[in-house]
């Protein structure tokens, strides 16, 4: 299983990206999908994340300017992120809980950086 994200860059503040991952492989389903970011010389944070059923968790730094949906059918997680600032900069990790093959396993894609500077 992979997990291939892209979307990221850079962006004046107050502008909008969207990040997209898609996770391929011999996969029988994908329940929790999620991003997470990590600043530079900080700890990796969650930003969001979405149930099978659409049901969305977010960090309370997001509330109300990301947006996370999913295409089951495409077994894809894109974050929709508006008012972006500064803080946001960071390298965002697309995260899947995914049930293959290879058993009940959680994987990571790799980072897209977001930067977000005037």
């Known amino acids: 299983v992979q997990l291939q994200a892209s979307g990221g860059g850079l962006v004046q503040p107050g502008g909008s990206l969207r990040l997209s991952c898609a996770a391929s492989?011999?996969?029988?389903?994908?329940?929790?999908m999620g991003w997470h970011r990590q600043a530079p010389g900080k700890q990796r944070e969650l930003v969001a994340t979405?149930?099978?059923?659409?049901?969305?968790n977010y960090a309370d730094s997001v509330k109300g300017r990301f947006t996370i949906s999913r295409d089951n059918g495409k077994n894809t997680v894109l974050l929709q992120m508006n008012s972006l600032k500064p803080e946001d900069t960071a390298d965002y990790y697309c995260?899947?809980?995914?049930?293959?093959?290879?058993?009940?396993?959680?994987?990571w894609g790799q980072g897209t950086q977001v930067t977000v500077s005037s």
């Open positions: 995260t899947a809980r995914v049930y293959s093959s290879s058993g009940v396993n959680n994987y």
């Open positions: 492989g011999s996969i029988f389903r994908v329940n929790f």
């Open positions: 979405i149930s099978m059923a659409g049901v969305t």
